[in-house]
């Protein structure tokens, strides 16, 4: 479970006791944007930190080419 200060774990706690159920996609997007939907419908891919020198950064390469077989 995520430690950051930002995610409330009571919460997740809370869903996971009570069987929260999972949401549903509430806006369908027209069939010109089915990418939309299926980004909305699956889960996204992880995303992996890169270093470059004394820098941290995401790489977005590798997430591009993971989202790209999610589309799939």
Do not use: C
Not at 32 to 60: Q, T, Y
């Amino acid at each position: 479970m995520p430690s950051h200060k930002t995610f409330l774990q009571e919460f997740e706690k809370w869903q996971v006791h009570n069987q929260f159920p999972q949401g549903q996609q509430f806006y369908i997007y027209p069939q010109d944007m089915v990418d939309a939907n299926k980004i909305l419908k699956n889960e996204l891919p992880r995303i992996h930190i890169e270093k470059s020198g004394r820098n941290l950064g995401i790489d977005v390469d590798r997430f591009a080419v993971d989202l790209a077989k999610v589309l799939k």
